[in-house]
């Protein structure tokens, strides 16, 4: 089975901090995504990258950045968090193809006071 | 930009009854996936359908693909309490862009 891990389940950070998620994937997908999930507006794709050292934007990158150093693990950044970053953040792996189905992490849930 | 509407947000219904769920693309996808999230848990893969009127059935969940590639469903007959959670459409536009649809939360009177 394959296995997305985060690093936390729960966070508490405080405004200005810099924060790092953690994502690691297990089953040599190339394909890393972060999502945030907000009551009532879905999935929203911040970031996502279909190979080592390579990133793209998704649909609402400002405020975040990622790293990609390794194929199996997927950093996501907040340089300076923000009360409206307080969210639940998924990572999800997929193997190549670019509409491969995506297996999930459980989640972290950052609060940003 | 494109957009993929999902109704209804929520659907409370009795044990027994029916349940269906709709995304709507405000542009043509090249196909679509379905996720289910338990309360607590985290998305889960469901389904893909890739073809123009495509209909695929897992024992009570039936899942159709419109004609246009435009719009999809997710019908569920007789519900259980197990049916229980959030249920996301994925769609993929033909840039291999994935844009998830808002979720219908499902929840069940035993």
């Known amino acids: 089975d394959v296995k997305v891990t985060q690093s936390s389940r729960y966070l508490v950070k405080r405004t200005g901090e810099k924060v790092f998620l953690e994502c690691v994937q297990d089953?040599?997908?190339?394909?890393m995504f972060w999502y945030r999930q907000d009551p009532g507006l879905g999935l929203r794709l911040i970031y996502f990258?279909?190979?080592?050292?390579?990133?793209e934007k998704g649909d609402i990158p400002e405020g975040y950045s990622v790293s990609r150093e390794k194929k199996e693990r997927f950093s996501l950044i907040l340089e300076s968090a923000s009360t409206n970053q307080t969210s639940m953040y998924l990572c999800?792996?997929?193997?190549?193809?670019?509409?491969?189905?995506?297996?999930f992490g459980p989640g972290t849930r950052l609060t940003v006071l | 930009g494109q957009q993929v509407m999902q109704i209804p947000q929520y659907q409370h219904v009795q044990e027994g009854e029916d349940f269906t769920t709709y995304c709507n693309s405000s542009t043509t996808l090249s196909n679509i996936q379905w996720y289910k999230q338990r309360p607590g848990g985290h998305p889960v893969f469901l389904i893909q359908l890739v073809k123009s009127g495509e209909v695929k059935k897992q024992k009570r969940l039936t899942f159709q693909f419109g004609e246009a590639k435009k719009n999809s469903s997710l019908h569920i007959t007789a519900t259980q309490t197990t049916d229980v959670g959030t249920y996301f459409c994925?769609?993929?536009?033909?840039?291999?862009?994935?844009?998830f649809g808002s979720g219908t939360r499902l929840s069940i009177r035993p």
């Open positions: 994925a769609g993929y536009s033909s840039a291999s862009k994935i844009i």
């Open positions: 089953m040599d997908h190339e394909n």
């Open positions: 999800a792996s997929s193997r190549s193809g670019a509409t491969d189905t995506q297996y």
């Open positions: 990258s279909y190979d080592v050292k390579m990133k």
